[in-house]
């Protein structure tokens, strides 16, 4: 979804809301204030804007090619009916009857780690994608996350706000 504005700046649903309720803790802000700011967190239909669970899920499933572009591109923006030039490799995949399980191998999974690590995903991560590996067959433990992950933080992505 679109970031959320706020007197004029962009404000998270995720990154922002755990500030304000300690701000709110501290007295540094007021209830109202509060709720104010919450009001004008998700300012259109989609998936959290912050770099939560499903933006990470995204960008995972971008390190593996089969959504592109679909990782930053607001639900706010035409369906991709409307947009010809945007064939997610997805739609291909069931076209083709290629499942995941026969081209995720471990190497897709250490991408995906790395590329979580690199730009401050969520921890969730971890969890789901130890799970798709198991749902498929593909060995993945805690080991390999701290094997495969990235010493430093490439940068600390907080999507951008869109200008529609």
């Not at 730009?119 to 130890?130: D, E, R």
């Not at 080991?143 to 495969?148: F, K, L, M």
């Amino acid at each position: 979804m679109l970031n959320g504005k706020l007197q004029g700046r962009d404000i998270g649903s995720g990154t922002d809301v755990w500030r304000f309720s300690e701000n709110v803790r501290a007295g540094l802000m007021t209830q109202q204030e509060f709720s104010e700011a919450e009001s004008c967190m998700s300012r259109s239909a989609g998936h959290c804007m912050t770099m939560g669970t499903a933006r990470h899920g995204l960008h995972g499933r971008g390190a593996w090619s089969f959504s592109a572009y679909n990782s930053t591109i607001p639900r706010s923006t035409p369906p991709l009916g409307a947009r010809p030039h945007v064939r997610p490799r997805i739609v291909e995949m069931v076209r083709e009857d290629l499942k995941l399980s026969k081209i995720l191998k471990k190497e897709a999974f250490e991408n995906a780690i790395c590329v979580n690590g690199a730009i401050g995903g969520s921890t969730n991560a971890v969890i789901h994608l130890i799970a798709i590996a198991g749902r498929i067959g593909v060995p993945l433990t805690l080991d390999d996350w701290t094997a495969w992950k990235q010493d430093a933080t490439l940068v600390d992505l907080m999507p951008p706000a869109a200008s529609s």
